[in-house]
């Protein structure tokens, strides 16, 4: 069993480094996008089971969603702009996905992967 723990992180950089570690020990580079995450997922197969699942889902929730999604239109290209302020809009009018819920979407998208949330 693969565990990633809620605890061990508040905001996106900070999952992105339990992810690291947990799934890339003997690697020399780090997951730091959520593209990279769903990579790296390609190679895994079995169960996760996501600890302190609750604290994950507020940590990455409505704020910081915003925040990053924000952060993107700033950036401007080469990010589609109109679709990140498309998400924003969503996710401000309480139709959009958390960056906690498109992680999940991520995990569960992988059919060898059963994923606990705990």
Do not use: C
């Amino acid at each position: 069993m693969t565990v990633i723990n809620g605890r061990h992180f508040y905001d996106l950089e900070g999952f992105y480094e339990e992810i690291s570690r947990v799934f890339m020990k003997d690697e020399d580079w780090k997951v730091g996008t959520l593209d990279g995450f769903d990579d790296i997922l390609y190679g895994f197969q079995g169960e996760i089971t996501w600890e302190d699942a609750a604290k994950s889902r507020a940590d990455l929730g409505l704020h910081l969603t915003q925040e990053f999604y924000e952060n993107k239109i700033r950036q401007g290209k080469p990010f589609n702009i109109p679709l990140i302020k498309k998400k924003l809009d969503d996710l401000l009018a309480g139709k959009g996905q958390t960056l906690f819920e498109i992680l999940v979407e991520i995990i569960q998208s992988h059919q060898n992967i059963t994923l606990i949330l705990d």
